[in-house]
């Protein structure tokens, strides 16, 4: 039988990239020595029609994405991403280094703004962002935490080493694929777990709730948690039906809640009921029509008040977005000094600023735009990106007349080739570039990461741009236990948590909704 790898080239269509799981053809490394073990035996047909089985799966379970308009399963490659337990140990101080110094930057912006008197950040950097929210000024969260919930962006460069590619502080999406990319692999592929020690990730909703709970106002000492939807037709529903369900908590849209007095209650059928922590997965431009949006229909009026009152916690904070603005995000190597004293224990991807006041570097840039990678400050889900080295003569054209008009609105970066991994692709096994959204869950005394996070995959030969929205798959990543570590338990399917209380409104319409009522 023919090895499903016989054909594998170990580098993408346009840039020499790192192979996760290939050292050199047919030599795996050593994480991969038992996963590559158990593939090899396997047919080609028999891992397209497994594909096909997991994404009938996906589709029954509502485990979808929205993408051009159209609901479809989340893809998700057989073929898992591995990490072991040494360099998860090195990713997790990482990401751990970066929360705390983006958690003090953003008390600090939103209050005494040392970082500006002591000249580490320009406060017009921060003041020009589109995302710093005067209206968050001042408001103190009841244990200090902003950042309830981060996912960090990493990349492997060409010579294997990780880099920090983006924070997401605001609104991070992506971890109910995580739970949900488990499950389905160890029911369709569970002889691929039989040798691998790999850590579980169904502790989650657990640990996401004893966070927000832990994020309840003073003197709270039984809150009441829930989630806030923007509704069915939100391309995230599915994860704001699932986090709420896992965690036992009501799944409720901006109609259910109502704040007077600086005190948020959500109705229910048996009356009001106070409210105590918010976790919003509403954008900061519509959470509260009284302070952003006068036109938004999907926050509540007041919450904000309520916030800064010290009668509800919106997780993750409002005005956390500053700290997603690209532009930020070159100074936070700067920001890890200043805060903890220590060095960043993993580099930025080498970025240019178009703002700096620097008119060389701006000319620089714009001088060769075909050899950079250039990306909107503000911009999400992948869009805006433009790759010079595959861009036409008159996308970059375009770009040039854009940047020069707005030079604060861009930044710069060299192209990196990402590293690749298997992935299955009809019935071949070709290289795709991939990245890494570890997420972390601050509760105010650790900050705990997901052992694995969730793997893009962008799917396109070639691709660089990884996102969901932008009809990017993913993988299971599997992180392994150290050889001392007991061995990990098997994840076994556990009935969702029911909520105490039923919200009113149509919580258990749309097709997310029916079929996880059906779990």
């Known amino acids: 039988m023919a090895d499903i790898f016989d054909d594998y080239a170990m580098s993408g269509a346009m840039f020499e990239a790192w192979d996760e799981m290939f050292e050199r053809p047919g030599q795996p490394r050593g994480p991969y020595r038992s996963l590559f073990a158990a593939l090899q035996p396997l047919a080609p047909a028999d891992l397209r029609f497994r594909a096909d089985q997991l994404a009938r799966v996906f589709t029954d379970r509502g485990v979808t994405f929205a993408y051009a308009g159209e609901e479809r399963p989340f893809p998700l490659d057989l073929i898992p991403r591995i990490i072991d337990a040494t360099e998860w140990d090195l990713l997790t101080a990482a990401v751990q280094q970066r929360v705390k110094a983006l958690e003090s ?8 703004g040392r970082v500006f008197a002591d000249g580490v950040v320009p406060r017009r950097l921060i003041t ?3 995302h710093f929210h005067r209206q968050a000024h001042g408001i103190e969260p009841p244990n200090g935490v902003r950042v309830h919930i981060s996912g960090v962006d990493l990349v492997r460069d060409e010579e294997g080493r990780f880099r920090v590619l983006e924070d997401n502080l605001r609104i991070p999406s992506g971890v109910s694929y995580v739970i949900e990319n488990r499950r389905a692999l160890t029911h369709t592929m569970p002889a691929l777990f039989a040798d691998a020690r790999v850590r579980p990730v169904d502790d989650y909703p657990a640990r996401l709730l004893a966070a927000l709970r832990a994020a309840a106002p003073e003197g709270v000492d039984d809150p009441t948690v829930v989630v806030l939807t923007p509704g069915v037709y939100n391309a995230a529903y599915f994860e704001h039906a699932l986090l709420a369900r896992l965690m036992g908590v009501e799944l409720v849209e901006g109609r259910d809640l109502v704040c007077s007095g600086n005190r948020v209650r959500m109705r229910t059928t048996q009356g009001e009921r106070p409210v105590h922590v918010v976790y919003r997965r509403v954008d900061d431009e519509f959470i509260d029509p009284l302070h ?3 036109d938004s229909v999907i926050g509540c009026p007041g919450i904000v008040n309520a916030a800064r009152a010290g009668q509800v916690t919106l997780a993750n904070a409002v005005g956390n977005g500053v700290a997603d603005d690209k532009l930020v995000y070159t100074y936070v190597p700067d920001l890890i ?6 060095e960043p224990l993993i580099d930025n991807v080498e970025t240019f600023r178009l703002d700096d006041r620097d008119p060389d570097v701006l000319h620089d840039v714009l001088g060769r735009l075909d050899q950079l990678v250039l990306k909107p400050v503000d911009g999400a889900g992948g869009k805006g990106i433009v790759i010079g080295p595959q861009a036409s003569q008159e996308a970059l054209a375009a770009l040039r007349r854009t940047v020069e008009q707005d030079p604060r609105g861009w930044i710069a970066q060299r192209p990196v080739a990402l590293s690749t991994s298997p992935t299955l692709l009809g019935d071949r096994v070709a290289p795709r570039h991939i990245d890494l959204r570890p997420f972390a869950v601050n509760d105010g005394s650790e900050i705990w990461l997901l052992p694995g996070g ?4 962008a799917l396109p030969e070639g ?6 929205s932008q009809g990017g798959g993913s993988k299971d990543t599997w992180v392994l236990a150290h050889p001392g570590e007991p061995a990990p338990a098997p994840l076994r399917p556990r009935a969702p948590v029911e909520p105490r209380d039923s919200a009113a409104g149509p919580r258990d319409s749309g097709p997310a909704a029916a079929q996880l009522a059906g779990q």
């Not at 969730?454 to 995959?457: A, E, I, S, W």
């Not at 691709?463 to 969901?468: G, I, Y």
Request: hydrophobic content about 50%; cysteine-free.
């Open 105 to 112: 930057f953003l008390a600090d912006i939103y209050g005494a």
């Open 128 to 130: 020009t962002s589109a």
């Open 292 to 294: 952003f949006r006068p």
């Open 337 to 342: 000094r200043y805060y903890l004293a220590e």
């Open 454 to 457: 969730l793997t893009r995959v």
């Open 463 to 468: 691709a660089l741009v990884v996102n969901s």
